[in-house]
Nanobody, 124 residues
Framework: QVQLVESGGGLVQAGGSLRLSCAVS????????SGWFRQAPGKEREFVAA????????NYKDSVQGRFTISRDNAENTVYLQMNSLKPEDTAVYYC?????????????????WGKGALVTVSS
C-alpha cells in the first residue's frame, strides 16, 4: 500500500519559515518524481514545486521561486519543502505528490499518488 504522509505544517507569522516533510512508503521512491501542491480555501489545487527522481532538477511556481526550496533524500524516502519569507497568501493545505513521469508531476489530473495534506497558516 502506497502512503505519502506530510508533516511540519502549522501557524507562522509573515516573514517566518516552515519546513514540510513527506515520508513515502510502498513504492520505489527513487523511481518517482516528487512534487508539492497547495489548495487555499475556495481555490483549486495548484502546483508549487517539483523535483526529479534523482534530485538533479527542480521547478517552482513563479510566486515561490527564491523563497521555497524542494529537496529529497532517497535513502530516507522523504521529500522536503523549505519555505522561507512566508506570506499570508501562502496559507493553504499543502499536498505531497508522486508521479512516475517528470512530465506529469506539474499537473493535478493524472497524478499517481497524493498525500492527505498539511495545513500551513501564515498570519499577517
Amino acid at each position: 500500500q502506497v502512503q505519502l504522509v506530510e508533516s511540519g505544517g502549522g501557524l507562522v507569522q509573515a516573514g517566518g519559515s516552515l519546513r514540510l516533510s513527506c515520508a513515502v512508503s510502498g513504492l520505489t521512491f527513487s523511481s518517482y518524481a516528487s512534487g508539492w501542491f497547495r489548495q487555499a480555501p475556495g481555490k483549486e489545487r495548484e502546483f508549487v514545486a517539483a523535483i526529479t527522481s534523482s534530485g538533479g532538477r527542480t521547478n517552482y511556481k513563479d510566486s515561490v521561486q527564491g523563497r521555497f526550496t524542494i529537496s529529497r533524500d532517497n535513502a530516507e524516502n522523504t521529500v522536503y519543502l523549505q519555505m522561507n519569507s512566508l506570506k499570508p497568501e501562502d496559507t493553504a493545505v499543502y499536498y505531497c505528490a508522486a508521479n512516475r513521469y517528470w512530465s506529469r508531476i506539474f499537473y493535478v489530473p493524472g497524478m499517481d499518488y497524493w498525500g492527505k495534506g498539511a495545513l500551513v497558516t501564515v498570519s499577517s
